[in-house]
């Protein structure tokens, strides 16, 4: 006489709000994708919780993680009750990719234990948690025949699209991150770690983007015996779109200082090269000059926050240019001179600096910048630097900095 298979003794019985299951569900996977993007371990982190959050509701005995090896599955992690013999033969990967490629879950029906004269069903529950079916969740639950069964296989659809879900989204996260790894190196590329030997002149520099890219961006570029070119730039926005502005101006200011041309007609082209580019207006701002050995100065300031000079008798700003770059292609910009004595620096900053909060919710302001570099003419540019650092970190007192940073200080020997 053939034994009827045990189904479900001991698990809660009540019916399932399926509403509130997905709600449940949903809240789970997300908080565990915030915690895999922090340490890493997804898939363990998320049956741990499935055990100890829906074990009882949803009936699961064990749970597992698959990885595809050659070709088979093979446990890489388990919890739960002992039962993965009962797989005596396995999982080979073309019997799950046919099973499982296109969906969000499949159930291998009829797992039998015979124990002292009596036998147990059960169902193994399988998700894949990428495309590629590269790693699989396994469940394990009493057997689902019955109409009690029929519910919980509800249950189970809605977790395996759950799932699915998550886990695309995790993949383009991924993808996302290494796109923005790379840019980040391309970027950084951009920006010399060492600068350039200035006969006449100091130089030091500090950039830090508030995300993997920013829209910072500054450069001292040789242009021949005793004279050198300083850029400072912002471009608005944030992020990868940022970037790949400060990508075209690095571009374009290149050419342009090939060229035996004037400071205010290199602007002019800048402008004209990015306001072409597309239909979307492409905003930065830049500060550009021009330094030769005898101190003097030639520049021109596109919408930049002013550059400040420190002189031993006070201090002078740089703002003398006109627009924004790529607003308008036929802006017309004003060129400005500063001759610059010994002792004298030249401290240009983005607004990441003056932007910053307090606890209070006061800005930083230029005019505290101001205040913090008065006393440092004939400083070295790195210690000018590591004055306005201070008096950032004393005023906003540990809150973060939620924009890009940048600061180039030169100073005339």
Not at 323 to 338: N, T, V
């Amino acid at each position: 006489m053939k034994q009827e298979p045990t189904i479900c003794k001991g698990f809660d019985q009540k019916p399932v709000d399926y509403a509130m299951l997905e709600r449940r569900l949903f809240d789970l996977i997300e908080g565990v994708s915030h915690k895999e993007r922090e340490a890493g371990g997804f898939v363990r982190a998320l049956l741990e919780s499935m055990l100890r959050e829906f074990g009882n509701s949803l009936h699961l005995l064990a749970a597992a993680e698959f990885r595809r090896e050659d070709g088979r599955y093979e446990i890489t992690w388990s919890q739960g009750e002992p039962l993965w013999d009962l797989l005596d033969r396995g999982l080979s990967y073309r019997k799950v990719q046919r099973r499982l490629l296109g969906q969000s879950w499949w159930i291998q029906r009829g797992l039998r234990r015979q124990t002292e004269g009596r036998e147990d069903w059960y169902d193994l529950i399988l998700i894949p948690v990428d495309r590629e079916l590269h790693q699989v969740l396994g469940l394990i639950t009493p057997s689902m025949a019955g109409k009690e069964g029929q519910q919980r296989e509800a249950d189970f659809q809605v977790l395996g699209r759950l799932i699915r879900f998550f886990g695309d989204r995790q993949h383009q996260q991924e993808r996302l991150q290494e796109i923005l790894t790379l840019a980040r190196e391309q970027q950084m590329s951009l920006l010399s770690p060492e600068l350039p030997s200035l006969p006449g002149y100091q130089a030091a520099q500090r950039s830090v983007p508030a995300q993997e890219v920013g829209g910072d961006y500054h450069q001292i570029i040789p242009l021949g015996p005793g004279s050198f070119a300083a850029a400072i730039a912002d471009a608005k926005g944030k992020g990868f779109e940022a970037a790949v502005l400060v990508t075209a101006l690095h571009a374009t200011l290149h050419v342009v200082n090939a060229t035996p041309f004037q400071v205010v007609h290199k602007v002019r082209l800048i402008n004209r090269s990015l306001a072409e580019q597309g239909k979307q207006r492409n905003l930065i701002s830049l500060f550009y000059g021009e330094f030769d050995d005898q101190g003097r100065l030639l520049y021109v300031n596109c919408s930049h926050p002013s550059p400040i000079v420190v002189r031993s008798d006070g201090l002078e700003e740089l703002a003398d240019g006109g627009l924004f770059l790529g607003l308008d292609p036929a802006s017309e910009y004003r060129m400005g001179i500063c001759d610059l004595r010994s002792g004298d620096l030249v401290v240009a900053y983005t607004d990441g600096w003056t932007e910053l909060s307090n606890e209070q919710h006061e800005e930083f302001g230029a005019e505290r910048l101001r205040e913090a570099v008065r006393p440092a003419h004939g400083a070295t540019p790195q210690s000018v630097i590591d004055l306005i650092e201070k008096a950032c970190d004393a005023f906003r007192n540990d809150l973060p900095f939620h924009d890009d940073r940048t600061l180039l200080v030169i100073r005339r020997d």
